[in-house]
């Protein structure tokens, strides 16, 4: 079973940076994609940005080029970073990693047939 794993969250203010690192392992020898979501309070859970294995990458539009997705691979693990600078308050949230297969990878991923981590709170203040 693939379990994310995310750290990096904190306190920062406007401005500053941030680097959210999700770490898994089961995935390395098969195609796969992992993607950053966030969820505000009393908000919906929203896709951040997105990476596969084959070199897509993909930003939602608030992103405005503050944030770079990344991915390693290390013996069995991978290790998705997601380099968030320029905070704003309004990217309060905690964030959550997702994972699965490539050919999955569309649709409703990662509703379904995703592999979700705890999540990490990032916190933006004025």
């Known amino acids: 079973q693939v379990q994310p794993v995310e750290s990096g969250g904190g306190s920062v203010e406007s401005g500053g940076s941030l680097r959210l690192s999700c770490t898994a392992s089961g995935l390395t020898g098969r195609s796969y994609c992992m993607g950053w979501f966030r969820q505000a309070p009393g908000k919906e859970r929203e896709m951040v940005a997105s990476?596969?294995?084959?070199?897509?990458?993909?930003?939602e539009d608030f992103v405005q080029g503050r944030f770079t997705i990344t991915i390693s691979e290390d013996n069995s693990k991978s290790t998705m970073y997601l380099q968030m600078n320029s905070l704003k308050p309004e990217d309060t949230a905690m964030y959550y990693c997702?994972?699965?297969?490539?050919?999955?990878?569309?649709?409703?991923?990662?509703?379904?047939?995703?592999?979700w981590g705890q999540g990490t709170q990032v916190t933006v203040s004025s």
């Open positions: 997702a994972a699965g297969w490539y050919e999955y990878c569309s649709g409703s991923w990662p509703t379904r047939r995703g592999f």
């Open positions: 990476i596969d294995t084959r070199g897509d990458k993909s930003y």
